[in-house]
């Protein structure tokens, strides 16, 4: 069987050509990923995410775990399917979101007590729960559950979350391997080679998949701050064989070079064979500058959070378009831009619907934005790339 991650060519400082083949979407690295936390990249509907370019969309788990719930979603067949989203999707453990979002939380050796945001109920998130839930979702790349280190912490707090990440990493490997055939879809796409399914009629799957693809789990590489213990968790984690590596724990807050550094780190420590994930990051330099590292996926909710307050990035840097100087200007947001919104609509409209509170400023903001950091990516691909692959968004 043919590896799921091709390295097509890779440059002298490290930056990396990719093809990641996965069961929904042949994904062309390196990518960045927008995030959808409620099952949706807020305000932007997925037929304008595909016209954008987008091949793989992040969605948080712990939000779709109380509503509607993982196992009513595997019902429906998974998350593609409920989304309309034939493309691929990467989850995220759960972790990040249990230990940022809920109140009362405790963390033992087994796992994390919380209570639930919507309605105060007791749960309790173990690494084979995390899997279990991610499975029944049914996304392409699921996350080994993790404690994602808070910063700061001292050398003693990030190795005993480093512990335990690593104890929780062999505790998700071995749940996902006894229970990764559960996949929602691997039965709704089965069918004799070269004879029409009829269960693929108005399916939103987007291409055949086969008995031998399934999702695949990546690994995380925790350690806070710390050089040495970022080295051993690589070390211990690469040893376990995940089809993929993620680096976590960063954009917590600490400065950015810190953040440089880390990757720096913490890169040339895992296989060449296997695609890298650089969690939540970052600002549009950012992506391009870990890309040409040898960074092969990141994520970030920057922009569209940023897209709903007003914010754009542009060719030329960053405009607040709440800017009274906007009022009466007619250029587009962007003028090198070439997305549908900086074709279509100018500075003034746009500083107009924001002022009036006008939902269509959320998406037209955030549609703008999205097309900024996938182009980012896709001109970064075409300069590593001998073939360029030109041409791909709808527009
Ligand atoms: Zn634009």
């Given at each position: 069987m043919t590896p799921p991650f091709q390295l097509l060519a890779a440059t002298a400082a490290g930056g990396r050509r990719g093809r990641l083949s996965l069961p929904h979407q042949t994904v062309e690295t390196p990518v960045f990923m927008p995030v959808g936390t409620?099952?949706?990249?807020?305000?932007?509907?997925p037929d304008t995410l595909k016209a954008l370019g987008a091949e793989i969309l992040l969605r948080n788990t712990y939000p779709l775990y109380p509503r509607p719930g993982h196992e009513s979603i595997h019902r429906m067949g998974g998350l593609h399917r409920f989304m309309s989203w034939p493309r691929a999707i990467l989850t995220d453990s759960g972790g990040f979101q249990v230990f940022s979002l809920s109140s009362l939380r405790k963390v033992t050796e087994d796992g994390v007590q919380f209570r639930s945001h919507l309605d105060g109920s007791s749960h309790f998130f173990t690494p084979e729960h995390s899997i279990d839930v991610q499975i029944a979702l049914g996304a392409d790349v699921i996350m080994a559950f993790d404690e994602c280190t808070e910063y700061p912490a001292d050398h003693g707090r990030a190795q005993e979350s480093l512990r335990l990440t690593m104890a929780w990493a062999r505790r998700s490997l071995a749940h996902f391997r006894a229970?990764?055939?559960?996949?929602?879809?691997r039965n709704m796409v089965?069918?004799?080679?070269?004879v029409p399914n009829?269960?693929?009629?108005?399916?939103?799957?987007?291409r055949e998949t086969s008995e031998a693809q399934t999702q695949l789990l990546f690994g995380i590489v925790q350690g806070g701050m710390y050089p040495d213990l970022r080295r051993q968790c690589a070390e211990q984690i690469v040893d376990m064989d995940f089809n993929g590596y993620a680096i976590g724990?960063?954009?917590?807050?600490?400065?950015r070079e810190l953040t440089f550094d880390i990757i720096s780190e913490v890169l040339p420590l895992l296989p060449k064979d296997k695609p890298r994930y650089v969690m939540g990051v970052g600002y549009p330099d950012e992506i391009e500058q870990y890309s040409r590292l040898g960074v092969d996926m990141m994520d970030c909710v920057l922009p569209t959070r940023a897209a709903r307050h007003a914010l754009l990035f542009t060719s030329e840097g960053r405009l607040?378009?709440?800017?009274?100087?906007?009022?009466?200007?007619?250029?587009?947001?962007?003028?090198a831009c070439s997305c549908p919104v900086c074709r279509r609509y100018s500075r003034a409209y746009l500083r107009h619907l924001m002022q009036a509170g006008e939902p269509l400023s959320a998406t037209l903001n955030s549609i703008h934005n999205l097309a900024l950091y996938l182009g980012v990516m896709q001109r970064l691909r075409n300069s590593l790339d001998p073939f360029p692959d030109e041409g791909k968004t709808g527009f």
């Amino acid at each position: 069987m043919t590896p799921p991650f091709q390295l097509l060519a890779a440059t002298a400082a490290g930056g990396r050509r990719g093809r990641l083949s996965l069961p929904h979407q042949t994904v062309e690295t390196p990518v960045f990923m927008p995030v959808g936390t409620q099952g949706a990249v807020k305000t932007v509907p997925p037929d304008t995410l595909k016209a954008l370019g987008a091949e793989i969309l992040l969605r948080n788990t712990y939000p779709l775990y109380p509503r509607p719930g993982h196992e009513s979603i595997h019902r429906m067949g998974g998350l593609h399917r409920f989304m309309s989203w034939p493309r691929a999707i990467l989850t995220d453990s759960g972790g990040f979101q249990v230990f940022s979002l809920s109140s009362l939380r405790k963390v033992t050796e087994d796992g994390v007590q919380f209570r639930s945001h919507l309605d105060g109920s007791s749960h309790f998130f173990t690494p084979e729960h995390s899997i279990d839930v991610q499975i029944a979702l049914g996304a392409d790349v699921i996350m080994a559950f993790d404690e994602c280190t808070e910063y700061p912490a001292d050398h003693g707090r990030a190795q005993e979350s480093l512990r335990l990440t690593m104890a929780w990493a062999r505790r998700s490997l071995a749940h996902f391997r006894a229970h990764r055939h559960e996949v929602p879809w691997r039965n709704m796409v089965q069918h004799e080679p070269g004879v029409p399914n009829p269960k693929r009629e108005n399916s939103c799957l987007g291409r055949e998949t086969s008995e031998a693809q399934t999702q695949l789990l990546f690994g995380i590489v925790q350690g806070g701050m710390y050089p040495d213990l970022r080295r051993q968790c690589a070390e211990q984690i690469v040893d376990m064989d995940f089809n993929g590596y993620a680096i976590g724990g960063l954009s917590v807050g600490e400065p950015r070079e810190l953040t440089f550094d880390i990757i720096s780190e913490v890169l040339p420590l895992l296989p060449k064979d296997k695609p890298r994930y650089v969690m939540g990051v970052g600002y549009p330099d950012e992506i391009e500058q870990y890309s040409r590292l040898g960074v092969d996926m990141m994520d970030c909710v920057l922009p569209t959070r940023a897209a709903r307050h007003a914010l754009l990035f542009t060719s030329e840097g960053r405009l607040n378009i709440k800017n009274k100087q906007f009022a009466e200007d007619q250029s587009p947001p962007d003028p090198a831009c070439s997305c549908p919104v900086c074709r279509r609509y100018s500075r003034a409209y746009l500083r107009h619907l924001m002022q009036a509170g006008e939902p269509l400023s959320a998406t037209l903001n955030s549609i703008h934005n999205l097309a900024l950091y996938l182009g980012v990516m896709q001109r970064l691909r075409n300069s590593l790339d001998p073939f360029p692959d030109e041409g791909k968004t709808g527009f």
